[in-house]
């Protein structure tokens, strides 16, 4: 569950003038329900997702999360460079109490990288690091995944692998999305809001929530 109480964020420009990308927010996330919040381009999108893996502080109100709550989709900012993929990992599978062999077996076999597992990532090319922080965002189990605007890396067979993960272990995971992506909402999710000019709305249905996101969305386009 991830649960939002009188939440809100806020930044403060160099000239001292305050913007919120929104406030007095409430409402709660249950495991099983996917969300997707559609959000224009400039908006919020990573704030939020930031906001629900606990990367920044709210400036008010409290956001909870129960369960297992994944970091961002493709964040790579976990990953140390100067750390084999081997070494990554072990750090990963510390830091969220998974069984270090199991995890290995499962990013060997589904990134591909094989004997690459055991170079320092500053060897790694933008796709092969992509392909490992998706396999290594698998292989912790999580059952809540955060996505921030869309489901990219690794090269194109690696992402219809993802897509065919997804898929397979649809019944056990749960989607909190801020995306421009409506494609991605309405294949994913089972409700949807939308976040705008420091505003958060939900909706009773995908539908509603896409035709106000069109409507608003023609500005930034």
């Given at each position: ?34 969300i ?9 999108k ?14 008010e ?16 900012s ?5 750390l ?13 109490g ?8 499962f ?19 933008n ?14 189990d ?19 692998r ?8 649809a ?24 976040l ?8 009773d249905?995908?539908?509603?929530a ?12």
């Amino acid at each position: 569950m991830i649960s939002f109480e009188n939440a809100g964020k806020a930044y403060r420009n160099r000239k001292g003038v305050t913007s919120w990308v929104f406030r007095d927010f409430n409402a709660r996330f249950p495991e099983g329900r996917s969300i997707g919040i559609l959000t224009p381009r400039g908006q919020g999108k990573t704030t939020l997702i930031s906001l629900a893996a606990g990367n920044e502080p709210t400036s008010e109100g409290r956001i909870y999360r129960q369960g297992r709550v994944s970091w961002p989709f493709g964040f790579r900012s976990n990953i140390s460079n100067r750390l084999t993929g081997k070494q990554n990992l072990r750090f990963m599978t510390d830091v969220y109490g998974r069984n270090f062999g199991d995890a290995y077996d499962f990013v060997a076999e589904f990134s591909e990288l094989g004997r690459h597992l055991d170079a320092p990532m500053r060897q790694y090319n933008n796709e092969m690091r992509g392909r490992f922080a998706i396999s290594s965002l698998f292989a912790m189990d999580f059952s809540f995944i955060l996505i921030d605007d869309s489901m990219d890396g690794g090269d194109n067979a690696f992402r219809r692998r993802c897509t065919q993960y997804l898929e397979e272990n649809a019944d056990r995971l749960t989607f909190f999305m801020a995306t421009g992506s409506v494609p991605l909402v309405t294949k994913y999710c089972q409700s949807a809001g939308v976040l705008n000019e420091g505003k958060m709305t939900l909706y009773d249905s995908i539908p509603e929530a896409v035709e106000e996101f069109n409507k608003v969305n023609q500005v930034f386009v």
